[in-house]
């Protein structure tokens, strides 16, 4: 990101390792939503930053207090990677080290994965070895798009039999529909329209569709269910007013749970009704996906005993450093037929 609405390649030193960290060049990488929304100034007004939050590095170097991993070792990066010497870290919510969002450090702190070589705080408990013949497409996804989908279920408390919807099925909204089912989700209601979305939706265990171009949402579900409403839903897309769906399709005493990143010009405005006046116990909850290596290899568990593969979001597949600013381009260029880009490298 050379400036708003400007990327490009440009020439920087190579980041330097402290005693606890690593160096790492990317072995695989994929564009995200996150990376071309920043480029279009979502984070600021930033300038030569080097944008890119998912990979799987080879390690090149390690601080002398590193222990777990050496120069060689082919490792998973979360896209989270907290401070864990920093007391927020130690609570609940370990996305918010210094504050809010600032465990997310590649793109808002500091310089990205879509480099010859990238830096990672802490490397001993901020990466993961890949498991001995793992396929890397799979353990791909985990750093964020299953991460965060799978953080979107586990905050809305989807418990067995639950009837579930989850608006947007881009790659995260996938996630969370496999989550939901891997949780024991009942009905499960995917809201989306591209074809490939919901062909994968269905895979992984999407009992519904609804498409927002055959009427309003909340008319259609709230039919579905005969009048009852659903007892979760997840938001994964749309403007600041899916809160409001979200809350109008919702039985008394469900959750919704936000993992969209709203844009900071957007408003919430909630009518007293539509919360039950204060008094319907729905609670609503928004958060970033949990940082660090423990959760990622839980992640990289599920695929391991063939819970199920994420590696069915990758649409399209480039091979070479060169050709990240390609998957880039096609990731903010968003085609009907796009799921997610990812880019594999080999080095000399």
Not at 37 to 51: A, M, P, R, V, Y
Not at 90 to 101: F, I, R, V
Not at 168 to 187: E, Q, S, T
Not at 223 to 240: L, Q
Request: glycine fraction near 12%.
């Amino acid at each position: 990101m050379l400036s708003v609405n400007n990327v490009g390649w440009m020439e920087k030193e190579k980041p330097v390792a402290g005693p606890l960290d690593a160096i790492l060049r990317p072995v695989a990488v994929a564009p995200c939503s996150s990376d071309t929304h920043t480029s279009h100034g979502g984070s600021g007004d930033q300038k030569n930053l080097i944008l890119g939050h998912e990979a799987i590095g080879e390690v090149v170097e390690v601080g002398e207090l590193v222990t777990r991993f050496k120069p060689g070792d082919i490792v998973v990066v979360p896209c989270c990677t907290p401070d864990w010497l920093e007391p927020n870290s130690q609570g609940k919510y370990n996305a918010h080290d210094h504050g809010l969002m600032a465990s997310f450090k590649f793109l808002l702190s500091k310089d990205g994965v879509f480099a010859e070589y990238f830096h990672v705080n802490q490397a001993d408990a901020n990466l993961v070895k890949l498991p001995e013949g793992m396929d890397m497409a799979a353990a791909l996804m985990t750093v964020d798009m299953m991460s965060t989908g799978f953080f979107g279920v586990e905050q809305a408390g989807v418990e067995f039999g639950d009837t579930v919807v989850v608006i947007g099925i881009g790659p995260v909204g996938l996630m969370a529909v496999a989550g939901a089912h891997l949780k024991g989700a009942g009905r499960l209601i995917a809201v989306g329209t591209r074809p490939n979305g919901i062909a994968v939706a269905k895979e992984y265990g999407a009992t519904d569709i609804v498409s927002y171009k055959e009427g309003d949402i909340v008319e259609q579900i709230m039919k579905m269910t005969d009048g009852k409403g659903v007892d979760r839903v997840i938001i994964a897309g749309g403007k600041a007013d899916t809160i409001n769906q979200a809350l109008n399709m919702l039985k008394p005493g469900g959750v919704v749970s936000n993992m969209n990143y709203f844009d900071a010009s957007e408003t919430f405005e909630i009518p007293a009704w539509e919360w039950g006046l204060g008094m319907s116990n729905k609670d609503i909850r928004g958060g970033f996906c949990p940082g660090g290596a423990l959760r990622i290899e839980k992640m990289l568990e599920m695929i391991q005993y063939n819970r199920f593969d994420p590696a069915k979001l990758i649409t399209h597949r480039f091979e070479g450093f060169d050709k990240i600013e390609d998957a880039f381009l096609l990731m903010d260029e968003k085609p009907a037929d796009l799921i997610k880009p990812a880019v594999f490298i080999k080095w000399d």
